[in-house]
């Protein structure tokens, strides 16, 4: 199942939610959203949780205004996603939409 993880709290459990439906065969998106997109940070301490989700095939991926208004740059090395391709994933790429 296609599933989209949108994530704008609790970072660190809702990744390693998504891990575990990654394990059970589901291509799950997540998207650090609202204050979760600071946790983006080289440095931050759930950093780790994030480059770990993505070694079990989660695909994180950070909304580009949420670094901004978090003042976070664009070197996180995760890919920015802008308000229109999320509006894309969750209407017409997910099959599940799920917000933490």
């Known amino acids: 199942m296609r599933v989209a993880l949108l994530i704008s ?3 660190g ?3 390693r ?11 799950v998106t997540a998207v650090l959203c609202d204050r979760a997109a600071a946790t ?3 440095g931050h301490p759930v950093r780790p949780a ?17 670094l901004d208004r ?3 740059g ?9 308000l229109e391709e999320l509006a894309t994933l969750v209407s017409e790429r997910a ?3 799920v917000w933490w």
Do not use: N, Y
């Open 50 to 66: 994030i480059d770990e989700a993505g070694k079990a095939g989660v695909q994180v991926v950070v909304h580009d205004e949420a």
């Open 13 to 15: 459990f809702a990744l």
């Open 74 to 82: 664009g070197g996180t090395g995760l890919p920015r996603l802008d």
């Open 9 to 11: 709290t609790d970072t």
């Open 95 to 97: 099959e599940r939409v």
């Open 70 to 72: 978090h003042a976070v």
């Open 17 to 27: 939610l998504a891990s575990a439906w990654a394990a059970a065969g589901d291509d």
């Open 40 to 42: 983006a940070r080289t």
